[in-house]
Antibody
């Protein structure tokens, strides 16, 4: 059974950089897209972007100037960095495996709060 | 404001059939597959319907999906208390070049 386990800082001050990492267990990192999805409190899901094993990335246009997703295939890890965070970036962040259009395996989620 | 529009909430009684709508546009639902996810409080979503109307193994046949033009629907028949959850629709958007989700619908089983 594929498992995604994520970690990173949960409390940030405005203007700091959000940094999360996700490890993939019991599955190949090739052949899939590795995504980050977030969910603000009480709101719907928002796709942030994803990366494949070759390092090809795609980001949501509204965050493209602040976001970077990277991958370390040797460790089966992928990471999210979001610069210059504000309160609007407060959300539950999930790492997710995507196969074509389906987000099929999800991490446990990391609650990130941005507050001064 | 989500690109795909869902009702914030709906409810039903055990045994009843409920439907949840997801309204989009020609650039998303009108030209790409729709996926539905079920999410219980505090945990990650799980795929319920893939490619408009296909159920992954393990999903009861009480759940069904359909599309018509730029809208999609999730139907749940024989409603059970354990169906109480949030439901999200998703699709690729050709204009935004992004995956887009609905705002989610909270289903309450009365």
């Amino acid at each position: 059974q594929v498992q995604l386990q994520q970690w990173g800082a949960g409390l940030l001050k405005p203007s700091e950089t959000l940094s999360l990492t996700c490890a993939v267990y019991n599955g190949s990192i090739s052949g899939y897209f590795w995504s980050w999805v977030r969910q603000p409190p009480g709101k719907g899901l928002e796709w942030i972007g994803d990366i494949n094993h070759r390092g090809i990335t795609k980001y949501i246009p509204s965050l493209k100037s602040r976001v970077n997703i990277s991958i370390d295939t040797s460790k089966s890890h992928f990471s999210l960095k979001l610069r210059s965070v504000t309160a609007a970036d407060t959300a539950l962040y999930f790492c997710v495996r995507r196969l074509f259009g389906e987000f099929d395996y999800w991490g446990q989620g990391t609650r990130v709060t941005v507050s001064s | 404001q989500s690109v795909l529009t869902q009702p914030p909430s709906t409810s039903g009684t055990p045994g009843q059939r409920v439907t949840i709508s997801c309204s989009g546009s020609a650039s998303n639902i009108g030209s790409n597959y729709v996926y539905w996810y079920q999410q219980f409080p505090g945990v990650a979503p799980k795929v319920l319907i893939r490619r408009n109307d296909q159920r992954p193994s393990g999903v009861p046949d009480r759940f069904s999906g359909s599309t018509s033009g730029t809208s999609a629907s999730l139907a749940i028949s024989g409603l059970r208390s354990e169906d109480e959850a949030d439901y999200h629709c998703a699709a690729w958007d050709d204009s935004l070049n992004s995956w887009v989700f609905g705002g989610g619908t909270k289903l309450t089983v009365l």
